[in-house]
């Protein structure tokens, strides 16, 4: 397992996966890691999450949201969906496909937002994963 204690932002410190936590009393997983498991309240040992998932629910979102979304002006309608990664299921936005083009248990593989000047990674987004390489 990666290691992940200096980590800030949602990234893993090796920056190719999200950072979650399990619980280290009743094995719970949960993203975004947090010091303390929210079934139970035992303290969590982070970990980095599996890369590829597939879709378990998802929807479109067909009006621009209210502040403080700082899309393009022009807005397009986009998916966001629920991603199942076996231990836990992690929310985030769908692209790779036209926004109708999505069939529950689509594989999707995860792409991670740019640092920031300080290192950390606050985005990330599930792409279409049809098999290739990432
Ligand atoms: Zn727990």
Do not use: N
């Amino acid at each position: 397992m990666a290691d992940t204690s200096t980590a800030r932002g949602l990234a893993a410190a090796d920056h190719d996966a999200l950072l979650g936590a399990r619980c280290t009393a009743c094995d719970v997983q949960i993203f975004p890691a947090q010091a303390a498991c929210p079934r139970c309240g035992a303290p969590t040992a982070d970990c980095a999450l599996p890369e590829r998932g597939v879709l378990w629910s998802w929807t479109v979102q067909r009006f621009r949201p209210k502040p403080p979304y700082e899309g393009p002006d022009e807005f397009e309608p986009y998916v966001v969906g629920y991603v199942d990664l076996g231990d836990v299921k992690v929310e985030g936005r769908l692209d790779g496909r036209p926004v109708d083009a999505w069939t529950i248990g689509d594989p999707v593989r995860l792409e991670l937002g740019a640092p920031d000047d300080d290192g950390a990674v606050w985005t990330y987004r599930w792409i279409a994963d049809d098999g290739g390489a990432s």
